[in-house]
């Protein structure tokens, strides 16, 4: 299988903390920041992609799945700890 030339460029900035983290990461799966960037932006790119799904429903249903989203659950003890927890790349 040939590869395909790279000839397009993707230019972004970002903080050095960002930065700092996003090194850590490649350097974690032995790779270089670019090609850890890019292979990470596409397999997220993808996902999101395969995530656009249609569904349908009767009237009743979809009346039902409306009020459920409008009226999500209230977050445990548990979820609100956890949400609250120091991260862990910010040690």
């Known amino acids: 299988m040939s590869q395909a030339r790279k000839d397009d460029v ?3 900035r970002a ?3 960002v930065k700092a983290i996003l090194n ?4 974690l799966r032995g790779q270089k920041l670019s090609e850890f960037i890019l292979e990470s932006s ?3 790119a993808e996902e ?3 995530d ?5 429903l009767e009237p009743k249903a979809h009346e039902k799945f409306l009020a459920i ?3 999500p659950p209230k977050p445990s003890k548990s979820m609100q ?3 609250k927890r120091k991260r862990a790349w910010e040690s």
């Open 48 to 50: 999101d992609i395969l």
């Open 69 to 71: 989203l409008d009226a």
């Open 10 to 12: 993707i230019q972004i």
């Open 42 to 44: 596409r397999r997220r």
């Open 52 to 56: 656009q799904r249609v569904f349908f």
């Open 24 to 27: 850590r990461a490649a350097t």
């Open 81 to 83: 700890a956890l949400v």
């Open 15 to 17: 903080s050095a903390a």
